[in-house]
Protein backbone atom coordinates (compact mmCIF):
# COMPACT_ATOMS: atom_id res chain seq x y z
CA UNK A 1 0.00 0.00 0.00
CA UNK A 2 1.19 3.59 -1.26
CA UNK A 3 2.72 5.60 2.24
CA UNK A 4 0.98 9.23 2.11
CA UNK A 5 2.41 11.65 4.38
CA UNK A 6 1.71 15.34 4.73
CA UNK A 7 -1.88 15.52 4.36
CA UNK A 8 -5.01 15.64 6.15
CA UNK A 9 -6.93 12.43 7.03
CA UNK A 10 -9.50 13.33 4.51
CA UNK A 11 -7.23 14.51 1.75
CA UNK A 12 -5.33 11.29 2.54
CA UNK A 13 -8.21 8.96 2.18
CA UNK A 14 -8.98 10.79 -0.87
CA UNK A 15 -5.70 10.61 -2.85
CA UNK A 16 -5.35 6.76 -1.59
CA UNK A 17 -8.56 5.67 -3.38
CA UNK A 18 -7.37 7.98 -6.53
CA UNK A 19 -4.17 6.22 -6.53
CA UNK A 20 -5.70 2.78 -5.86
CA UNK A 21 -7.94 2.96 -9.22
CA UNK A 22 -4.94 4.67 -11.46
CA UNK A 23 -2.89 1.41 -9.79
CA UNK A 24 -5.62 -0.90 -10.27
CA UNK A 25 -7.23 0.16 -13.38
CA UNK A 26 -4.47 1.87 -15.31
CA UNK A 27 -0.76 -0.02 -15.26
CA UNK A 28 -0.43 0.65 -19.11
CA UNK A 29 -0.17 4.19 -18.30
CA UNK A 30 1.93 4.22 -15.18
CA UNK A 31 4.30 1.77 -17.31
CA UNK A 32 4.49 4.36 -20.17
CA UNK A 33 5.14 7.36 -17.64
CA UNK A 34 8.01 5.01 -15.90
CA UNK A 35 9.44 4.27 -19.20
CA UNK A 36 9.81 8.12 -20.01
CA UNK A 37 11.56 8.35 -16.66
CA UNK A 38 14.44 5.41 -16.86
CA UNK A 39 15.76 7.40 -20.14
CA UNK A 40 16.49 3.83 -21.72
CA UNK A 41 15.24 1.41 -23.54
CA UNK A 42 11.48 0.25 -22.21
CA UNK A 43 12.71 -2.43 -19.39
CA UNK A 44 9.55 -1.79 -16.68
CA UNK A 45 6.82 -4.18 -16.47
CA UNK A 46 4.95 -3.36 -13.51
CA UNK A 47 5.21 -0.27 -11.31
CA UNK A 48 4.32 0.15 -7.54
CA UNK A 49 3.17 3.34 -5.91
CA UNK A 50 5.59 3.62 -3.34
CA UNK A 51 5.18 6.73 -1.10
CA UNK A 52 3.44 10.44 -1.97
CA UNK A 53 3.85 13.77 0.00
CA UNK A 54 3.42 16.93 -0.80
CA UNK A 55 6.76 17.92 -2.89
CA UNK A 56 7.11 14.04 -4.37
CA UNK A 57 5.64 10.55 -5.62
CA UNK A 58 8.15 7.78 -5.83
CA UNK A 59 7.69 4.87 -7.62
CA UNK A 60 9.16 1.13 -7.55
CA UNK A 61 9.88 0.39 -11.07
CA UNK A 62 10.08 -3.44 -11.89
CA UNK A 63 12.13 -5.09 -14.61
CA UNK A 64 12.79 -8.68 -15.17
CA UNK A 65 16.41 -7.93 -13.61
CA UNK A 66 15.02 -6.26 -10.05
CA UNK A 67 13.58 -3.07 -8.93
CA UNK A 68 14.50 0.57 -9.04
CA UNK A 69 13.52 3.51 -6.67
CA UNK A 70 12.48 6.00 -8.91
CA UNK A 71 11.59 9.65 -7.35
CA UNK A 72 9.33 12.23 -9.15
CA UNK A 73 9.33 15.33 -7.82
CA UNK A 74 6.61 17.59 -8.52
CA UNK A 75 6.55 20.92 -10.72
CA UNK A 76 4.97 22.56 -7.24
CA UNK A 77 4.15 21.95 -4.03
CA UNK A 78 0.86 19.62 -3.74
CA UNK A 79 -2.24 20.35 -1.47
CA UNK A 80 -5.17 17.90 -3.00
CA UNK A 81 -6.00 15.48 -4.90
CA UNK A 82 -6.61 17.90 -7.89
CA UNK A 83 -3.67 19.24 -7.94
CA UNK A 84 -2.23 15.26 -7.98
CA UNK A 85 -4.02 14.70 -10.51
CA UNK A 86 -2.54 17.88 -12.73
CA UNK A 87 1.06 16.45 -11.68
CA UNK A 88 -0.33 13.10 -13.02
CA UNK A 89 -1.51 14.45 -16.49
CA UNK A 90 1.76 16.66 -16.71
CA UNK A 91 3.67 13.06 -16.62
CA UNK A 92 1.48 11.60 -18.47
CA UNK A 93 2.20 14.27 -21.15
CA UNK A 94 5.81 14.27 -20.72
CA UNK A 95 5.78 10.34 -21.31
CA UNK A 96 4.10 10.51 -24.08
CA UNK A 97 6.26 13.16 -25.66
CA UNK A 98 8.72 10.73 -25.17
CA UNK A 99 7.18 8.26 -26.83
CA UNK A 100 5.00 9.15 -29.62
CA UNK A 101 4.75 5.60 -30.89
CA UNK A 102 3.44 3.46 -28.13
CA UNK A 103 -0.10 2.69 -27.52
CA UNK A 104 -2.41 4.92 -26.59
CA UNK A 105 -2.86 4.13 -22.72
CA UNK A 106 -6.07 3.39 -20.64
CA UNK A 107 -6.02 6.48 -18.94
CA UNK A 108 -5.39 8.97 -22.15
CA UNK A 109 -8.17 6.98 -23.60
CA UNK A 110 -10.07 8.49 -21.02
CA UNK A 111 -8.18 11.67 -20.58
CA UNK A 112 -9.33 12.03 -24.43
CA UNK A 113 -12.82 10.86 -23.61
CA UNK A 114 -13.18 13.46 -20.63
CA UNK A 115 -12.09 16.35 -22.95
CA UNK A 116 -14.90 15.90 -25.69
CA UNK A 117 -17.38 16.81 -22.54
CA UNK A 118 -18.68 20.35 -22.67
CA UNK A 119 -18.35 22.68 -19.50
CA UNK A 120 -21.51 24.97 -19.40
CA UNK A 121 -21.92 28.14 -17.31
CA UNK A 122 -24.95 29.25 -15.17
CA UNK A 123 -26.68 31.69 -12.79
CA UNK A 124 -28.09 30.76 -9.59
CA UNK A 125 -31.85 31.91 -9.96
CA UNK A 126 -32.98 30.51 -6.05
CA UNK A 127 -31.86 28.40 -3.14
CA UNK A 128 -34.12 27.08 -0.61
CA UNK A 129 -33.40 25.41 2.66
CA UNK A 130 -35.47 21.93 2.04
CA UNK A 131 -34.48 20.38 4.93
CA UNK A 132 -32.40 21.26 8.22
CA UNK A 133 -28.99 20.17 6.23
CA UNK A 134 -30.28 20.43 2.36
CA UNK A 135 -30.05 23.67 0.61
CA UNK A 136 -31.94 23.40 -3.30
CA UNK A 137 -29.95 25.70 -5.44
CA UNK A 138 -31.68 26.16 -8.46
CA UNK A 139 -29.63 27.43 -11.73
CA UNK A 140 -30.72 29.13 -15.23
CA UNK A 141 -29.08 29.33 -18.53
CA UNK A 142 -27.80 25.76 -18.57
CA UNK A 143 -28.70 24.36 -21.96
CA UNK A 144 -27.10 20.95 -22.05
CA UNK A 145 -28.48 17.41 -23.15
CA UNK A 146 -30.17 15.61 -20.90
CA UNK A 147 -28.45 12.45 -19.67
CA UNK A 148 -31.31 10.82 -17.36
CA UNK A 149 -31.21 8.36 -13.98
CA UNK A 150 -28.30 9.52 -11.90
CA UNK A 151 -27.26 12.80 -14.07
CA UNK A 152 -24.38 13.92 -12.96
CA UNK A 153 -22.05 17.47 -12.89
CA UNK A 154 -19.01 18.46 -11.70
CA UNK A 155 -20.25 21.58 -10.37
CA UNK A 156 -17.78 24.40 -10.74
CA UNK A 157 -18.70 27.94 -8.05
CA UNK A 158 -16.52 30.77 -6.81
CA UNK A 159 -14.25 31.25 -4.41
CA UNK A 160 -15.30 33.82 -1.68
CA UNK A 161 -13.76 36.45 -2.92
CA UNK A 162 -12.82 35.54 -6.27
CA UNK A 163 -16.40 35.82 -8.05
CA UNK A 164 -15.53 36.83 -11.68
CA UNK A 165 -13.34 33.85 -12.53
CA UNK A 166 -16.25 31.69 -14.00
CA UNK A 167 -16.95 33.61 -16.99
CA UNK A 168 -18.94 33.21 -19.92
CA UNK A 169 -16.97 30.98 -21.87
CA UNK A 170 -15.47 29.41 -18.67
CA UNK A 171 -14.04 25.75 -19.87
CA UNK A 172 -12.88 23.08 -17.28
CA UNK A 173 -9.53 23.16 -18.56
CA UNK A 174 -9.08 26.73 -17.33
CA UNK A 175 -9.04 25.30 -13.03
CA UNK A 176 -5.58 24.78 -13.46
CA UNK A 177 -4.57 28.08 -14.82
CA UNK A 178 -6.36 30.00 -11.85
CA UNK A 179 -3.81 30.61 -8.45
CA UNK A 180 -5.14 28.79 -5.63
CA UNK A 181 -6.47 31.44 -3.66
CA UNK A 182 -9.00 32.24 -6.52
CA UNK A 183 -9.37 28.99 -8.43
CA UNK A 184 -12.93 28.28 -8.02
CA UNK A 185 -14.30 25.33 -5.88
CA UNK A 186 -15.59 22.17 -7.05
CA UNK A 187 -17.18 18.86 -6.53
CA UNK A 188 -19.49 16.50 -8.23
CA UNK A 189 -23.58 16.92 -8.05
CA UNK A 190 -26.44 15.44 -9.23
CA UNK A 191 -29.69 16.51 -10.97
CA UNK A 192 -32.30 16.45 -8.86
CA UNK A 193 -34.74 18.04 -11.53
CA UNK A 194 -34.39 19.61 -14.69
CA UNK A 195 -36.48 21.56 -16.66
CA UNK A 196 -34.19 21.74 -19.75
CA UNK A 197 -37.48 23.66 -21.77
CA UNK A 198 -36.68 26.55 -19.49
CA UNK A 199 -32.51 25.58 -18.98
CA UNK A 200 -33.16 24.78 -15.33
CA UNK A 201 -31.94 22.63 -13.22
CA UNK A 202 -32.34 21.83 -9.62
CA UNK A 203 -29.64 20.70 -7.08
CA UNK A 204 -29.36 19.38 -3.37
CA UNK A 205 -26.42 19.97 -1.82
CA UNK A 206 -26.08 18.77 1.35
CA UNK A 207 -24.53 21.13 3.93
CA UNK A 208 -21.57 18.93 5.85
CA UNK A 209 -19.23 21.84 6.60
CA UNK A 210 -18.60 25.56 6.08
CA UNK A 211 -16.16 25.18 3.63
CA UNK A 212 -15.83 23.65 -0.28
CA UNK A 213 -19.29 23.91 -2.64
CA UNK A 214 -21.25 22.95 0.51
CA UNK A 215 -19.91 26.64 1.99
CA UNK A 216 -20.43 28.20 -0.82
CA UNK A 217 -24.11 26.99 -1.16
CA UNK A 218 -25.00 28.12 2.57
CA UNK A 219 -24.77 31.54 1.18
CA UNK A 220 -25.45 31.40 -2.68
CA UNK A 221 -26.80 34.49 -3.79
CA UNK A 222 -28.83 34.91 -6.80
CA UNK A 223 -26.75 35.47 -10.14
CA UNK A 224 -23.96 33.79 -8.73
CA UNK A 225 -21.88 32.51 -11.85
CA UNK A 226 -21.03 28.74 -11.75
CA UNK A 227 -19.97 26.13 -13.79
CA UNK A 228 -21.08 22.94 -14.62
CA UNK A 229 -18.61 20.03 -16.48
CA UNK A 230 -21.34 17.07 -17.77
CA UNK A 231 -23.63 15.69 -18.36
CA UNK A 232 -22.71 11.87 -17.37
CA UNK A 233 -24.92 8.86 -15.69
CA UNK A 234 -23.45 5.73 -13.81
CA UNK A 235 -26.12 3.89 -12.49
CA UNK A 236 -26.58 0.83 -15.20
CA UNK A 237 -27.62 -2.33 -13.60
CA UNK A 238 -28.01 -5.30 -15.67
CA UNK A 239 -30.70 -6.03 -17.87
CA UNK A 240 -33.25 -7.85 -16.18
CA UNK A 241 -32.85 -6.03 -12.71
CA UNK A 242 -35.93 -7.15 -10.94
CA UNK A 243 -35.03 -5.62 -7.73
CA UNK A 244 -32.85 -2.16 -6.87
CA UNK A 245 -31.40 -1.73 -3.47
CA UNK A 246 -30.05 1.73 -3.50
CA UNK A 247 -27.78 3.09 -0.11
CA UNK A 248 -26.87 6.64 0.39
CA UNK A 249 -26.17 8.84 3.16
CA UNK A 250 -27.65 12.70 2.32
CA UNK A 251 -24.97 13.37 -0.68
CA UNK A 252 -26.80 10.20 -2.28
CA UNK A 253 -30.26 11.04 -1.82
CA UNK A 254 -30.51 13.04 -5.39
CA UNK A 255 -29.72 10.37 -7.46
CA UNK A 256 -31.54 7.54 -5.38
CA UNK A 257 -34.38 9.41 -5.84
CA UNK A 258 -33.76 10.73 -9.38
CA UNK A 259 -33.05 6.51 -10.44
CA UNK A 260 -36.36 5.51 -8.33
CA UNK A 261 -38.50 7.91 -10.34
CA UNK A 262 -36.92 6.50 -13.37
CA UNK A 263 -38.16 3.49 -13.19
CA UNK A 264 -41.42 1.86 -14.46
CA UNK A 265 -44.05 1.72 -11.27
CA UNK A 266 -43.38 -2.36 -11.17
CA UNK A 267 -40.15 -2.37 -10.36
CA UNK A 268 -39.32 -2.45 -6.45
CA UNK A 269 -37.23 -0.62 -5.07
CA UNK A 270 -35.61 -0.70 -1.60
CA UNK A 271 -34.34 2.62 -0.80
CA UNK A 272 -32.21 2.78 3.14
CA UNK A 273 -31.11 6.48 3.55
CA UNK A 274 -28.89 7.43 6.58
CA UNK A 275 -29.32 11.33 7.68
CA UNK A 276 -28.70 13.10 10.81
CA UNK A 277 -31.52 12.38 12.77
CA UNK A 278 -35.13 12.67 13.01
CA UNK A 279 -36.48 15.73 11.22
CA UNK A 280 -33.72 16.01 8.76
CA UNK A 281 -35.38 14.27 6.35
CA UNK A 282 -34.97 15.44 2.72
CA UNK A 283 -38.30 15.84 1.18
CA UNK A 284 -39.30 12.67 -1.12
CA UNK A 285 -41.85 11.56 -2.12
CA UNK A 286 -41.38 7.91 -2.53
CA UNK A 287 -43.83 6.05 -5.20
CA UNK A 288 -45.46 2.90 -4.17
CA UNK A 289 -42.69 0.51 -5.34
CA UNK A 290 -40.31 2.51 -2.98
CA UNK A 291 -39.43 0.85 0.32
CA UNK A 292 -38.04 3.78 1.99
CA UNK A 293 -36.63 3.74 5.55
CA UNK A 294 -34.42 6.32 7.00
CA UNK A 295 -31.55 5.43 9.28
CA UNK A 296 -30.31 8.10 12.16
CA UNK A 297 -26.88 8.51 12.56
CA UNK A 298 -27.32 10.16 15.75
CA UNK A 299 -29.16 7.38 17.43
CA UNK A 300 -27.56 4.95 19.01
CA UNK A 301 -27.23 1.81 17.66
CA UNK A 302 -28.58 2.60 14.16
CA UNK A 303 -25.93 1.50 11.77
CA UNK A 304 -26.62 1.54 7.76
CA UNK A 305 -24.41 -1.80 7.67
CA UNK A 306 -26.75 -3.31 9.99
CA UNK A 307 -29.96 -2.07 8.51
CA UNK A 308 -28.62 -3.47 4.97
CA UNK A 309 -27.47 -7.17 6.46
CA UNK A 310 -30.66 -7.17 8.04
CA UNK A 311 -33.07 -6.92 4.73
CA UNK A 312 -34.86 -9.96 3.84
CA UNK A 313 -35.51 -8.81 -0.14
C1 LIG B 1 -21.23 11.26 -8.79
C2 LIG B 1 -21.42 12.06 -7.50
C3 LIG B 1 -22.60 12.74 -7.29
C4 LIG B 1 -22.78 13.48 -6.11
N1 LIG B 1 -23.96 14.13 -5.92
C5 LIG B 1 -24.13 14.87 -4.80
C6 LIG B 1 -25.36 15.60 -4.60
O1 LIG B 1 -26.27 15.61 -5.43
N2 LIG B 1 -25.48 16.31 -3.44
C7 LIG B 1 -24.48 16.36 -2.48
O2 LIG B 1 -24.65 17.03 -1.45
N3 LIG B 1 -23.32 15.68 -2.67
C8 LIG B 1 -23.12 14.96 -3.80
N4 LIG B 1 -21.95 14.27 -3.99
C9 LIG B 1 -20.92 14.33 -2.93
C10 LIG B 1 -20.08 15.61 -3.01
O3 LIG B 1 -19.43 15.68 -4.29
C11 LIG B 1 -19.00 15.54 -1.89
O4 LIG B 1 -19.62 15.55 -0.63
C12 LIG B 1 -17.99 16.67 -2.00
O5 LIG B 1 -16.89 16.35 -1.17
C13 LIG B 1 -18.54 18.01 -1.54
O6 LIG B 1 -17.53 18.98 -1.83
P1 LIG B 1 -17.21 20.22 -0.89
O7 LIG B 1 -16.38 21.17 -1.70
O8 LIG B 1 -18.47 20.73 -0.27
O9 LIG B 1 -16.39 19.61 0.30
P2 LIG B 1 -14.84 19.18 0.29
O10 LIG B 1 -13.97 20.38 0.05
O11 LIG B 1 -14.68 18.00 -0.61
O12 LIG B 1 -14.66 18.73 1.78
C14 LIG B 1 -14.69 19.70 2.85
C15 LIG B 1 -14.81 18.92 4.13
O13 LIG B 1 -16.08 18.29 4.14
C16 LIG B 1 -15.93 16.89 4.37
N5 LIG B 1 -17.00 16.22 3.63
C17 LIG B 1 -17.14 16.13 2.29
N6 LIG B 1 -18.27 15.44 2.00
C18 LIG B 1 -18.83 15.10 3.19
C19 LIG B 1 -20.00 14.39 3.55
N7 LIG B 1 -20.82 13.88 2.64
N8 LIG B 1 -20.28 14.23 4.85
C20 LIG B 1 -19.46 14.73 5.80
N9 LIG B 1 -18.32 15.42 5.53
C21 LIG B 1 -18.02 15.60 4.24
C22 LIG B 1 -14.55 16.56 3.86
O14 LIG B 1 -14.04 15.41 4.48
C23 LIG B 1 -13.77 17.80 4.26
O15 LIG B 1 -13.38 17.74 5.60
C24 LIG B 1 -21.75 13.53 -5.14
C25 LIG B 1 -20.55 12.84 -5.36
C26 LIG B 1 -20.40 12.11 -6.52
C27 LIG B 1 -19.09 11.38 -6.74
Redesign the pocket.
Known amino acids: MVAITGF????T??MRDFLEDVVSNHSDTLILIANAATRSRPWVIEVELHNLDPERLVFNLIGAHGTLHHEVPFSKRIS?TTDLQIQLFKLIDHARKANPEAPVTSLEAKIQERAAIPTHVATVAATCLIAKT?VQVTLTGLHAPVCGG?E??Y?M?PQPGAPDEIRHGFAISQLETIPDNRRP????????RRRPEDGEID???????D???????ATAQIGDTVALWGP?A?YNPPEGTSHHLLVV???????AAAIAEALPPDHPVTLIAEIEAPGYEPPVNAESNVDLRWVYRSQRGASLSKTVAALEL
Open positions: TDSTAEGTDFWLVMAAYYTTRLWIHLHHTGVAGWARTDETGMPA
